[in-house]
C-alpha cells in the first residue's frame, strides 16, 4: 500500500525542483570562438611643396627721374621634406622678357631681387639678378622640413619670404607699360 | 509502521535517482543543445594596404584597395552572434621620422554579409586606436561553413606637419573575429 505523506511529497517536490535547476544553470555554456589575424597598414609620404605669389607686382619710380623702378611681393610656401638628402629650393626665373619692345631687357642684368624673412630655410643672400635663362635661389630649404604646429615643423603656417623686386631705370627705356613674366618653383627633395 | 517506511525510502531513492539522471542528461545533452559556434578558413587580403600621400592639402588619402575579412563558421546559430573587432598594436606609426598617431587612420566598414541565414551589418567609422573597436556584427548563420564576408576601406589624414618619409611608415593592425 502506498503511502503519501506531507513529507514525501514535499522532499520529492524540493528534489524535482533541484534537478530541475540544475538541468537549466547547469549546462555548461558554449563557450565563444576567439581567433585573431593582423594585417600591415603603411603610408609612404612623399616630399611636396607648394608655393604660391600675387597674381602681378607693379614696380613703381623710387624717386627722382631715372631712379629705379621697385616694389615688394611676399611669396607663400609649405613644404615637407625628406629627412635627408639634398636641400630643396624656391627659385625664379624670368619665363618672358618686358613686352613690348622698346622697354627694359632683363637679358642686360636690370632687373634684380633681394629676399628676406623667410619663415622656413635660408633666404637668399645679397642682389640676385633674376634671369630668363635658368632659375636662381629665393629661399634654400633644409632636409626634415615640415611646415606649421612648431618643432620639429616651423610655426609658421604657411611659411613665407619677402622679395624686393627692383628694375634700372635707363633713358634708353621708351616711355610706357611694360610686363614681364616671372616664375616661382619649389622644388623639395 | 515499517512498511510504511520502507515504502518512503523507496520512493525518495526514485526521486534522487530521477534528479540524478535529469542533472546527467542535462550535461550529456548539453553539447548537443548549445554547441560552440567554430571559426575556421579565415582570410584578411591583403597583406598590406598601402597610403600614398603625394599631397598633404588632401583631407584624406584612402588606401591603395580596400580590406577584406573573411571566414566561415560551423555550427552557429541564428541566436547567436558574431564580430569583428580591429585594434592597432601600437599608438604611432612606426618608421616614421615624424610622430603619426594611428588615430589619423579612419577605419569604416563597407559592407558586412553572411549566408545561411546569418546577418552582417557594419558599425559607423571610426578612428584606430589601440583598444579593440568594433567593424562589424551580426548573428549566425546555421550549417557547416556559413561564409561571411567584411569589406573595410582604410583612409589616411596626411599633414604638412609630417615629414616625407624615406621608407613606408608602418602599423600592425589585429583582427579578433568572435563567435558566441
Not at chain 1, 8 to 15: P, Q, V
Not at chain 2, 79 to 106: E, F, H, M, Y
Request: with cysteine; proline share 7%.
Amino acid at each position: 500500500m502506498r503511502y503519501h505523506s506531507g513529507h514525501s511529497y514535499w522532499k520529492k517536490a524540493g528534489l524535482t525542483a533541484l534537478a530541475s535547476v540544475l538541468a537549466i544553470n547547469g549546462v555548461p555554456p558554449a563557450h565563444s570562438d576567439v581567433v585573431v589575424v593582423t594585417q600591415t597598414l603603411q603610408a609612404q609620404l612623399a616630399a611636396v611643396g607648394k608655393v604660391s605669389a600675387p597674381a602681378s607686382l607693379t614696380l613703381t619710380p623710387t624717386g627722382t627721374v631715372f631712379s629705379p623702378f621697385a616694389g615688394s611681393l611676399t611669396l607663400r610656401y609649405r613644404v615637407r621634406s625628406a629627412p635627408s638628402g639634398s636641400v630643396s629650393t624656391l627659385t625664379v626665373q624670368a619665363t618672358g622678357n618686358f613686352s613690348p619692345s622698346g622697354g627694359p631687357n632683363i637679358s642686360n642684368n636690370g632687373l634684380t631681387y633681394t629676399c628676406a624673412s623667410a619663415t622656413l630655410g635660408t633666404p637668399c643672400s645679397g642682389n640676385q639678378t633674376m634671369s630668363l635663362a635658368s632659375q636662381t635661389s629665393v629661399t634654400a630649404i633644409p632636409a626634415a622640413a615640415c611646415t606649421g604646429g612648431g618643432a620639429p615643423c616651423s610655426t609658421a603656417d604657411p611659411n613665407s619670404v619677402n622679395l624686393n623686386v627692383t628694375l634700372d631705370n635707363d633713358p634708353a627705356y621708351k616711355a610706357g607699360s611694360y610686363t614681364a613674366a616671372i616664375t616661382f618653383t619649389i622644388s623639395v627633395l | 509502521m515499517a512498511p510504511r517506511s520502507d515504502s518512503l525510502r523507496g520512493e525518495s531513492r526514485g526521486t534522487i535517482w530521477l534528479a540524478l539522471l535529469m542533472v546527467w542528461l542535462a550535461h550529456a545533452l548539453a553539447p548537443l543543445a548549445h554547441a560552440a559556434t567554430q571559426i575556421h578558413s579565415v582570410s584578411v587580403t591583403p597583406a598590406a594596404i598601402t597610403f600614398l600621400a603625394n599631397d598633404p592639402d588632401l583631407a584624406f588619402v584612402p588606401g591603395n584597395v580596400s580590406g577584406t575579412i573573411a571566414f566561415r563558421t560551423t555550427g552557429g546559430a541564428t541566436t547567436r552572434t558574431w564580430r569583428v573587432d580591429v585594434q592597432a598594436t601600437t599608438g604611432n606609426l612606426a618608421s616614421c621620422p615624424s610622430t603619426i598617431p594611428v588615430s589619423r587612420i579612419q577605419v569604416s566598414c563597407v559592407s558586412a554579409t553572411s549566408d545561411n541565414g546569418g546577418t552582417g551589418s557594419c558599425g559607423a567609422p571610426f578612428s584606430l586606436s589601440t583598444t579593440p573597436q568594433t567593424i562589424a556584427s551580426g548573428t549566425e548563420g546555421t550549417g557547416n561553413a556559413t561564409p561571411y564576408t567584411i569589406t573595410l576601406n582604410f583612409s589616411f589624414q596626411d599633414s604638412w606637419q609630417y615629414i616625407a618619409t624615406t621608407s613606408p611608415c608602418t602599423v600592425s593592425l589585429t583582427y579578433q573575429i568572435v563567435a558566441n
